[in-house]
């Protein structure tokens, strides 16, 4: 069973940072690409961050220079850390992955940032 478990949310100031953790279980972790999501109240989904098996990252340019994914494949690990965060950073963040045709979601972290 594909299993993403996201953890590291809460609440910041703003100008403050957080840094999320997808840990991923149930299959092949380092062939993997790994997205991060996230949707604010009210909103569509977004994807934030892409990271490929090769390392290769890509992001949406509202969190271009504030945020970097990296990923661990020692430890099925993907991380977004988030500086300088912004009150429209606020929503839930998901990590994302496709495996053969298939969907996989983690169960989401709240991120709220604050004036």
């Known amino acids: 069973q594909v299993q993403l478990v996201e953890s590291g949310g809460g609440s910041v100031q703003a100008g403050g940072s957080l840094n999320l953790s997808c840990v991923v279980s149930?299959?092949?972790?380092?062939?993997?690409?790994i997205d991060w999501y996230r949707q604010a109240p009210g909103k569509q989904r977004e994807l934030v961050a892409s990271i490929s098996r090769d390392g290769g990252t890509n992001s949406v340019d509202s969190v271009k220079g504030r945020f970097t994914i990296s990923r661990d494949n020692a430890k099925n690990t993907v991380q977004l850390q988030m500086n300088s965060l912004k009150p429209e950073d606020t929503a839930v963040y998901y990590c994302y992955t496709r495996i053969f045709a298939r969907d996989f979601w983690g169960q989401g972290t709240q991120v709220t940032v604050s004036l």
């Open positions: 149930g299959f092949t972790f380092s062939p993997l690409v």
